[in-house]
């Protein structure tokens, strides 16, 4: 979806570990776009290193420190516009 380098930096293996529904914690300043405050968010797709959640927030390697698990899963959730829009421009949806 969103590929990268070969390499991953150290966070790309939290973002490539991300399962869909999980929710996280994205920490402030990382995620696209980003934000200077926390956010919570549900992960809607994942491929390699990078990934994105159900309200539009793209993630790549390079956030994966600022990313935590927040321990809830949620098996059904809505996708917003935004993240409709990213993943058809991508060829996913």
Request: aromatic share 6%; with cysteine.
């Amino acid at each position: 979806m969103f590929r990268g380098t070969t390499f991953p930096l150290p966070g790309g293996y939290t973002i490539a570990d991300l399962k869909e529904g999980q929710e996280i914690r994205i920490a402030p300043g990382c995620g696209h776009p980003n934000s200077d405050k926390e956010r919570v968010a549900i992960v809607a797709h994942v491929d390699g290193y990078s990934a994105l959640t159900a309200d539009g927030i793209m993630l790549s390697c390079c956030d994966g420190d600022g990313v935590t698990l927040t321990g809830k899963e949620y098996p059904d959730f809505e996708l917003d516009e935004n993240a409709k829009r990213i993943l058809g421009e991508a060829g996913l949806g």
